[in-house]
């Protein structure tokens, strides 16, 4: 089993930035890839960016190219997700997930063995 906790949203101005974090326990020997989704009250969950730990391939979704950046610090078994210029159309809780069956990327909902609680982001106009 794997454990995931999601750490640092919050209320942030448009065009503000946060970092989000999230802190892997238990079995991470077996975690190849992780991701961050996001949904918004609605709305279905949606691929926000991913990332392979072994090779630090990434792929970001539309909306986060340019904006987000995914990265993985192994040693911590932490992943995080700097969002930076943010909309208020970014306002979702913000879900880490984590994969142990592929070493590719994935961006889709059921690619992953693995979710955390999830984390509120508010970004007000």
């Known amino acids: 089993q794997v454990q995931l906790v999601e750490s640092g949203g919050g209320l942030v101005q448009a065009g503000g930035s946060l970092r989000l974090s999230c802190a892997a326990s238990?079995?991470?020997?077996?975690?190849?890839?992780m991701g961050w989704f996001r949904q918004a009250p609605g709305k279905e969950r949606e691929f926000v960016a991913t990332i392979v730990r072994r090779t630090g391939s990434t792929r970001y979704a539309d909306f986060g190219q340019g904006r987000f950046i995914i990265s993985g610090d192994n040693a911590k078994n932490t992943v995080y997700l700097q969002m930076n210029s943010l909309k208020p159309e970014d306002t979702a809780v913000y879900y880490c997930?984590?994969?142990?069956?592929?070493?590719?990327?994935?961006?889709?909902?059921?690619?992953?063995?693995?979710w955390g609680q999830g984390t509120q982001v508010t970004v007000s106009s």
């Open positions: 997930a984590a994969d142990e069956t592929k070493f590719t990327i994935a961006s889709r909902v059921t690619d992953y063995d693995y």
């Open positions: 238990g079995r991470t020997f077996s975690v190849h890839t």
